[in-house]
């Protein structure tokens, strides 16, 4: 079936709005290159070609808008905010009442394996809300006046993207001006009663933050295409 013919959709919201300030670069890191492509581009030709993604929205800061616009004609493109969550919450208004699901992306995060969308949508179906998450491999520990204390790796997460919802959920979410760092966290606060679930992210998901997180990238990027043509 053609994808705009469906009349519920799955929406995907890229937020590349950010200044990518501790990297540090002269454009924001969404705009540099991942192995001679724009790290934007991976995530969005991913969900551009998942079967089961019928739109994508690319949230970016208005002097981007135009160039982005241009270079990514199959997405809708809209001004972003001074926070994330400013730039979700654009995006989310940019969705068509239609939407079923949205999965709300970071562009700072260019390697999200197809099986983890499916893996989201696949726990949507009796899940309010679903993330990828993966358990820490370092010793953690919580600061304390007193000192630390050592916290049970295998009960934490490390929360990636995208943080999937049904529509109505995250736009009310939204609408009760609580603040929160991710969706989930958000929806978490709003909603009491919200069924909320993680699925096995990757290491690949990465975000990218500092700039030697480019370089990590690059080394995960060569080994999904070697897989690929295996
Ligand atoms: N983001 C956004 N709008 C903002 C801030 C962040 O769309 N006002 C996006 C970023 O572009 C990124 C994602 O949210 O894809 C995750 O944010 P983060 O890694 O913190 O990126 P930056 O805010 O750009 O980086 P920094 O915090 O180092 O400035
Ligand atoms: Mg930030």
Known sequence: MLKDMINTLNTAIIVAAGSGSRLASQIPKQFLKLNGREILSYSVQTFLEHPEIHKVIIVTSAVYLRSVTSSYPECQVVPGGPTRQDSVSNGL????????????????????????IDACLQKLTTYDGVAPAITPTDSMVQITSQGFDNLDRDTLRIVQTP????????????????????EMGLVKQTHASAKLGFV???????KITHSDDLKIAEIFLGKMEVKQHQ
Request: glycine content about 4%; overall charge positive; aromatic content about 6%.
């Open 200 to 206: 096995p992210g990757a290491p690949e998901t990465m």
């Open 163 to 182: 943080q999937c919802f049904k529509l109505n959920i995250l736009r009310q979410a939204h609408a009760t001006g609580k603040l929160d760092t991710d």
């Open 93 to 116: 208004s940019a969705c068509s009442k239609n939407t079923q699901f949205v999965l709300v992306h970071d562009a700072a995060r260019p390697l999200i394996p197809a099986y983890i």
